[in-house]
Structures are given as C-alpha cells and as structure tokens.
C-alpha cells in the first residue's frame, strides 16, 4: 500500500531563517506530488504541483520555492522566512491518471 | 473558473443527531466530487468521492449524492458521534486522468462538533 510522510511535523523558525520541509510517497511509482498551505485551519492554498522529476509548476508567486530531485520526493524551500509563511503546510500524491489526492500529515510551521 | 461553495458553519450538533453539510459547485464539465474530513492537528483524509450524476459515495455512515441538475454534492450522516468532531472539506477535480495535472479545488471547510 502507499504511504505518504512528511517531516519535520512541527518547525518554529525566525524571521530570515532559511526553510527545508521535505515530502516522501512510499509504494508507488512517478506519482503527481502537490504542496498546499492552510491558513487558520481552514481553507487550503494550493502552492506548487509536480508532474514528474525536476518538474514543477508554481501556482501563486510568493516566498517559497519547490524541487524534486527524485521521483517520490517533494522539498519545500525558502531562503528567507517571513511572517506570513506561518501555517499548516500539506503534501499530497496522486496516481498518474487516477482523480483522487491522499495526504500526508502536515508540518505546522511558525514563524516568529 | 471553478468554485465550490459550502456550509461555513460552524455546525454544533448532539450525539446521535441527522447531520447535513451542504455544498455545491461550479464547474465546466463533469468533475469528479470529494469529501474529505481533517481532525485535529493531522492532515486531510478522503473521506467519500463520486464520479459522474447521480453516484452515491459512502463511508463509515457518511454519505453524499452527485446531483448534476443541482450541482451539489451535500454530506449527510443518520447518526453523528462525538469522533465525528472535525473540519469537512467539499472538493471537486476537473479534466481528471490523461496528462491533467488533476488540480483539486476546495470548498472553504465546514467545523462540525458534536457533544455527548
């Protein structure tokens, strides 16, 4: 069966500190990988989807970054953190041709 | 574009009470339509899906039918328990399968408690 992690779970960071949040699907193969933010727990922001190796695509310009440098895992980056970036970050995979999203815990980030 | 519009509650409820969460949409096509359920601290969980009008999905006593000639897709359990307690999102992808990216739009969640 698949399996999706992500880490740290939770991350209090500084303002300007660098941000490296990583992403991993287990049991299956060149699955689409996607990273959205929750804001106040509730509504969710879809921020960068990946159809394959070094592919990645961003859906809203802002402070972050994304890359996938194999097939299973996803890294959420930023070089400087800034207030705003606070919130509850989800990785999500999907099967190449298949219409349902599974998600993976989510790390709390807050930024001070 | 796309949208899905739902009950923004929050929606307290008793144990054993009818529960009805609304949503519709607004899409080109034929969407495939979810729900999913996010407890606590944890990460969203497929809840229940349908794929073309007039599907039921149906999962632990929660279910909800693809109505096309009114776009919705509500959310209904016979019986709420207090572990039902948690924020319920309506979702729908479009231009699923091929080489589609396979973009899921949300609904803004619904907050359900339920007390003993």
């Known amino acids: 069966s698949q399996t999706i992690h992500q880490w740290p779970a939770t991350l209090v960071q500084p303002v300007g500190s660098p941000l490296s949040l990583e992403c991993t699907v287990e049991?299956?193969?060149?699955?689409?990988l996607y990273w959205y933010r929750q804001a106040a727990g509730r509504g969710l922001q879809l921020l960068f989807y990946?159809?394959?190796?070094?592919?990645i695509s961003s859906e809203v310009p802002q402070n972050l970054s994304a890359s996938r440098p194999q097939d299973r895992q996803f890294i959420l980056s930023s070089k400087k953190l800034l207030l705003s970036d606070s919130g509850f970050y989800l990785c999500?995979?999907?099967?190449?041709?298949?219409?349902?999203?599974?998600f993976g815990p989510g790390t709390r980030l807050t930024v001070l | 574009g796309d949208s899905v519009t739902q009950m923004e509650g929050p929606v307290t409820l008793s144990e054993e009470a009818f529960l009805t969460i609304n949503c519709t949409y607004t899409?080109?096509?034929?969407?495939?339509l979810f729900w999913y359920v996010q407890y606590p601290g944890e990460g969203l969980q497929l809840l229940l899906k349908?794929?073309?009008?007039?599907d039921k999905g149906s999962n632990k006593g929660f279910e909800a039918t693809y109505r096309k000639e009114t776009t919705s897709f509500h959310l209904e359990k016979g019986s709420v328990q207090v572990s039902d307690s948690a924020v319920y999102f309506c979702?729908?992808?479009?231009?699923?399968?091929?080489?589609?990216?396979?973009?899921?739009?949300f609904g803004q969640g619904t907050i359900l408690t339920v007390h003993p």
């Open positions: 899409a080109t096509g034929y969407p495939s």
């Open positions: 999500a995979w999907r099967a190449s041709g298949i219409d349902t999203q599974y």
């Open positions: 049991g299956t193969s060149n699955p689409n």
């Open positions: 349908a794929t073309k009008a007039d």
């Open positions: 990946s159809v394959g190796i070094g592919q």
């Open positions: 979702a729908l992808i479009r231009n699923a399968g091929g080489t589609s990216y396979g973009k899921l739009t």
